[in-house]
C-alpha cells in the first residue's frame, strides 16, 4: 500500500477523535472532567454529580441532579430472569467474566436499543426522541453496574442474590447488596460510603485508555451500547489495564514483608517481574489520582484498621521512587498502585478488584459513546489500516505433495 506505514506500536502517539469530556497533562499530571481539575471534584462533587457532568457537559442544577438520581436508582433492578443466567456460573467464575457476560445478557432486555430496529440511525439523530432513547440506556447501565456487580458477587458467595434497596445513596446501595451479612437494617459506614465514592468518581473517565477505546471501536458500527460497554469491560479486564488494581496486591503477597522489597526491585530490573501499579502510557510524572487514592486509604484504615500489606507498599514505593531504573524510564505510581489496599481493607475478595474499576468506568465508556453519536457529521466505522509484509502471491499445493 503507498505510503502506509505502522506509526507507532500500541497507538502510542495516534489521536482518533476530537473530544470535550477529560483532558490529561502527561507531563505535568493533570487530570480535568470537561475542565474542573479532579482533585477539586474528589474534595467537592459525588460520583453520580460527576457522571452527569461527564455525560451532558455541565455540572447539573439541583433539579437536574435530582432527577438524574432517581432515573438511576430507579434502574438499580435487574429483571427477575437473570437471575437463572447468573446462576448458570460456577461458583469460582471470575467475576470478570460474569460482568462481562451480564452486560451483554442486559442488552437482550431492552428490543429499544437494538440498533436493527430503527436502522443506523436509532441513536444519531440528535432529536428528542433518540436523546430520550439514549438516556434511558444511560440510566440503566450507571443504575444497573452496581447490581450486576452484586450479583456477580453473589454467585461466588453461593448466597441469595439481594434486591436494590431504596433511600441509600449510590454506594450504599452497593455496599447494601454486597454486604456478606446481608443483616436486614444494613446502615452503611459513611466513611467506607464516601471512601467509595471517591473512589468511583476518580476512575469514571480516563479519556481514550485500552477499554474505552474498545467501546468506541465497537460502538462505531452503531451497535447498541449494552455490547460496546461488555466489550470495554472485556478490555478492562487485562492485567496491564484495569486488572492491575488485583495484581498489586498478588505482587504485595508474594513480596511478603518489606525487607524483601530490594530483591523483588532486583527482579523488576532483570525483567524478571513486574511493578503492577507503577507506569502509565500518558502520566510521565505522576498520576494525579494515586495522591487522592492515598489520601483515602488513611481514611478507609482509621475504620477498617491498617491492611499489614501497607508497610511493604510503602517500603516498595519509596525504593522504586529512588531507584535510577524507574526514575529513568519515568515510572511513578499510577491509580492501581494504593486502590487495592483500600478494597481489601473493605473486604471485597481480589478477584473482585477489576469489577470495583468497572462500575465507575461505565459513566466514561458512556460519556465517550454518546459524544460519538452525536459527532459532526455522523458516525464513521473505525477501521485502521496495515502495513502487509506477509507473503507474496503462492499457488496451492495438494497435501500428498507437502513436504
Ligand atoms: C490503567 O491508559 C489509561 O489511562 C489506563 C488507566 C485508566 O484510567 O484507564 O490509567 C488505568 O490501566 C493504569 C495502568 C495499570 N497497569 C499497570 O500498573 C501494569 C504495570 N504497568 C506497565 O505494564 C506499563 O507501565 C503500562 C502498561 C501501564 C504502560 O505501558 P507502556 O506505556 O507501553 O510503557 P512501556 O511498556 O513502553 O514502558 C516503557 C519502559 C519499558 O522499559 P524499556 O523496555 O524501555 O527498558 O518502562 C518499562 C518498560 O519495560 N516499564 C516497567 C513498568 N512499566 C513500564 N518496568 C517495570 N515495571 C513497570 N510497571
Avoid at 447494601?176 to 468511583?200: C, R, S, T
Avoid at 473482585?352 to 465507575?360: A, G, N, Q, R, S
Wanted: proline share 5%.
Amino acid at each position: 500500500e503507498k505510503g502506509l506505514r505502522v506509526q507507532d506500536k500500541g497507538f502510542l502517539n495516534t489521536a482518533v477523535i476530537h473530544s470535550t469530556i477529560t483532558y490529561i497533562d502527561g507531563e505535568a499530571g493533570v487530570l480535568r472532567y470537561r475542565g474542573y481539575p479532579i482533585e477539586q471534584l474528589a474534595e467537592r462533587s459525588n460520583h453520580l454529580e460527576t457522571a452527569y457532568l461527564l455525560i451532558y457537559g455541565s455540572l447539573p442544577t439541583k433539579d437536574q441532579s435530582k432527577y438524574w438520581e432517581t432515573e438511576i436508582l430507579r434502574h438499580g433492578t435487574m429483571h427477575a430472569d437473570s437471575e437463572e443466567f447468573f446462576r448458570s456460573f460456577r461458583y469460582d467464575a471470575h467475576p470478570m467474566s460474569m460482568l462481562t457476560s451480564g452486560f451483554s445478557m442486559l442488552g437482550s432486555f431492552y428490543p429499544e436499543a437494538n440498533p436493527s430496529l430503527k436502522g443506523q440511525r436509532l441513536y444519531t439523530d440528535g432529536d428528542a426522541a433518540s436523546l430520550a432513547t439514549m438516556d434511558r440506556q444511560i440510566y440503566r447501565l450507571i443504575g444497573k453496574a452496581t447490581t450486576l456487580a452484586a450479583m456477580a458477587y453473589r454467585v461466588r458467595q453461593g448466597r441469595d442474590f439481594v434486591t436494590p434497596p431504596t433511600g441509600l445513596s449510590y454506594t450504599g446501595s452497593f455496599l447494601y447488596q454486597m454486604d456478606h451479612l446481608g443483616e436486614e437494617n444494613y446502615v452503611p459506614n459513611p466513611i467506607l460510603e464516601k471512601a467509595l465514592d471517591v473512589l468511583f468518581l476518580i476512575h469514571a473517565d480516563h479519556e481514550l485508555n485500552a477499554s474505552c477505546t474498545t467501546v468506541l471501536q465497537t460502538g462505531s458500527s452503531l451497535v447498541d451500547p449494552y455490547s460496546a460497554i461488555a466489550a470495554g469491560c472485556a478490555s478492562l479486564y487485562g492485567p496491564l489495564h484495569g486488572g492491575a488494581n488485583e495484581a498489586v496486591i498478588r505482587m504485595l503477597i508474594s513480596i511478603g514483608k518489606p525487607e524483601n522489597v530490594p530483591s523483588f526491585i532486583e527482579a523488576v530490573k532483570r525483567r524478571e517481574k513486574t511493578l503492577s501499579g507503577f507506569g502509565h502510557r500518558v502520566y510521565k510524572t505522576s498520576d494525579p489520582r494515586s495522591f487522592i487514592v492515598r489520601k483515602t486509604a488513611d481514611e478507609v484504615f482509621k475504620v477498617t484498621g491498617k491492611d499489614e500489606l501497607l508497610e511493604t507498599a510503602m517500603a516498595l514505593h519509596d525504593a522504586a521512587m529512588k531507584d535510577e531504573y524507574f526514575i529513568k524510564r519515568k515510572l511513578a505510581p499510577n491509580v492501581d498502585f494504593w486502590s487495592g489496599l483500600i478494597y481489601r481493607a473493605m473486604g471485597f475478595p481480589l478477584d473482585f478488584f477489576p469489577v470495583l474499576f468497572v462500575v465507575p468506568r461505565v459513566v466514561g465508556w458512556l460519556a465517550h459513546w454518546r459524544q460519538m453519536m452525536l459527532q459532526e457529521g455522523g458516525v464513521k466505522i473505525w477501521r485502521p489500516r496495515q502495513v502487509y509484509v506477509g507473503a507474496g502471491k503462492r499457488d496451492y499445493v495438494p497435501a500428498d505433495e507437502r513436504t
